[in-house]
């Protein structure tokens, strides 16, 4: 490393977290050294107002890279909200679901997608087009099994489910229908072709920067379902028509969201190379899991892993608590499952360096070995 290092960068440990998770150290070092004053400004970010030109560029700024970088086309907006990916729960029913005649379609892949009907069933009709819950939403569903509506007012999936660490491994087919899709935990992972989807959300708190901000992108015919009974901050139209600031938007998290996104295409090679090194991060992960002999048990089949969450269990919960305590010994931190399903859960977002998860292989490599 040829970084500058202080005494606090020194002290960090691997942070396996869920979300909010590891931050690119460029970024975090970033935006330290323009905490107290912006170049040019002479103020914080902290500290400017919304309408300020300064913050006019670091939105400008912010929405102008994230379209390149995702390839988002001038058929969509692009739309920064507050209250996480959960309020998407709600406005996307809310806007898209509300008047119509036909339901919302919804594909369960896991505890998010779960999360989410219930949302839409307060605001419509739904209709359950497969759930992987029998099976402890350990897969996807084949092609052709889920059950979707001749017609329907949208398609609702989860790209990454977090907990169970199900990721599809490309865009489902869905004909004709609306596709929405709930990306938080992939969302700049990898390369998405936008022109599939009706709809695309995703906090930003997993990939993305920090907590506070959530993008939506939406095709804008859809905007034209939103109503006029809808409250004024729930439509995504007050969004789109008054460019993410029809109050104060949360001025910092849209600025780490726009270093993060410089990141990823300057520092990372864009998206298409943060998928190779993604997918080479979690491959280092599962060959442990599949050379164990049994010892770590995968949680999800094989052709579902997601690259972001890798998610397995050991052959009992004694074993599963020293792994997680002995792992926090070795400056390898947060890696017990969610609270609702237990195991063990490594997160390993853009941001963990291929050294973070070497050095967990080896952990695995080296527990097994004394445990076995
Ligand atoms: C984290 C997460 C959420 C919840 O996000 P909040 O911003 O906490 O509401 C929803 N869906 C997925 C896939 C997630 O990973």
């Known amino acids: ?17 869920a979300g909010p998770a590891v931050l690119p150290l460029p970024v975090l070092r970033q935006a330290r050294d323009e905490m107290l004053s ?104 084949a092609a052709g099994e889920a059950n979707l509506s001749p017609d329907s007012a949208y398609v609702h999936i989860t790209s990454n489910e977090t907990i169970q660490g199900v990721q599809w491994q490309q865009d489902p087919d869905v004909g004709s229908a609306h596709l929405v899709c709930d990306c938080s935990s992939d969302f700049l992972s990898r390369p998405i072709d936008v022109a599939k989807y009706g709809l695309i959300y995703a906090c930003a708190q997993k990939n993305a920067g ?25 439509d995504y139209r007050t969004f789109a028509k008054n460019g993410s600031r029809p109050n104060t938007p949360p001025v910092f998290a849209v600025y780490v969201l726009g270093l993060v996104c410089r990141w990823v295409r300057d520092t990372m090679g864009g998206l298409t190379a943060m998928a190779h090194h993604n997918a080479t991060k979690a ?5 442990a899991v599949d050379g164990s002999g049994g010892f770590f048990a995968g949680h999800a089949h094989p052709a579902c892993r997601s690259a972001m969450n890798v998610t397995f269990r050991l052959p009992n919960e004694q074993l599963e608590k020293a792994f997680v305590q002995g792992a926090a010994h070795h400056g390898l931190m947060d890696l017990q499952g969610h609270r609702s399903v237990g ?11 291929t050294a973070g998860v070497e050095a967990l292989r080896d952990y695995m490599l080296d527990f097994q070995r004394s445990h076995s």
């Open 343 to 353: 195991g063990i859960r490594a997160s390993i977002y853009n941001a963990m360096p």
């Open 38 to 141: 912006l170049p040019g400004v002479g103020m914080s970010v902290l500290e400017i107002s919304h309408r300020s030109p300064a913050f006019d560029r670091i939105l400008e700024e912010t929405v102008a890279d994230l379209r390149q970088l995702v390839g988002i086309s001038d058929e969509y907006e692009l739309i920064f909200l507050q209250g996480g990916a959960s309020l998407q729960f709600s406005m996307v029913p809310m806007n898209l679901l509300r008047g119509q005649s036909a339901p919302a379609d919804y594909i369960i892949t896991g505890t998010w997608g779960a999360t989410a009907v219930k949302e839409a069933q307060r605001e419509g009709a739904t209709h359950v087009a497969w759930d992987g819950e029998a099976g402890g939403y350990d897969r996807l569903p």
């Open 283 to 287: 491959a280092l992960l599962y060959d």
């Open 210 to 234: 920090i907590a506070g901000v959530t993008a939506v992108i939406i095709r804008k015919d859809l905007l034209a379902r939103s109503r006029d009974d809808l409250p004024k901050m729930l």
């Open 1 to 17: 490393m040829n970084e500058r290092s202080d005494g606090a960068e020194a002290t960090r440990v691997f942070n396996f977290s």
